[in-house]
């Protein structure tokens, strides 16, 4: 099974994630692992992780242009770093976004986790009633992705390969 592991990151958290995705299927699988910006093409793989942070409840336009563009049918797990608390509806909300974008691939599954948030980012709207509870839980994510986190993708990403292979 050949698999891509690809990402896209502005801070280095959905990175981490993706490397802890990489270096957990590297015996198991032929593995790429290549900056979103780079992908040339995705015909060789049976299997794409697409990892990328959460901004404003959505996915960054770089990642909604890449899903739009892979080829029906092809095997896709998503993943993503984020500010709120793990499972919450803002991440979660993205995670809808991106499958159903990704309506003509085989989605096999998401995980998402905490990923430490620019303090600048979280000055600028921490005043603002709109978004200050987000900016207040945004605080609690410094040190995030931590390492259970980045053991849980690694299991996240046997259980996306096991299922892919049952495919």
């Known amino acids: 099974m050949k698999v891509l592991v690809t990402y896209f990151t502005k801070s280095g958290n959905t990175e981490k994630l993706a490397r802890?995705?990489?270096d957990g299927q590297k015996e198991k699988a032929t593995l790429d692992i290549v900056p979103l910006k780079e992908v040339q093409s995705v015909d060789e793989y049976d299997l794409i992780f697409c990892g990328f942070p959460v901004h404003s409840s959505s996915i960054p336009v770089p990642v909604e242009k890449f899903i739009r563009n892979v080829p029906e049918n092809k095997c896709t797990a998503f993943f993503a770093t984020h500010g709120s608390l793990r499972g919450g509806p803002l991440a979660i909300t993205a995670f809808h976004y991106a499958i159903s974008i990704a309506k003509k691939l085989k989605v096999v599954g998401t995980f998402g986790c905490r990923g430490a948030v620019d303090p600048k980012i979280i000055d600028s709207?921490?005043?603002?009633?709109?978004?200050r509870w987000w900016a207040i839980e945004a605080q609690s994510a410094e040190g995030h992705p931590d390492a259970a986190e980045l053991d849980d993708a690694k299991a996240f990403a046997e259980s996306m390969v096991a299922k892919a292979r049952g495919l």
Do not use: M, R, T
């Open 20 to 22: 802890a995705i990489y």
């Open 125 to 131: 709207l921490i005043e603002n009633p709109e978004h």
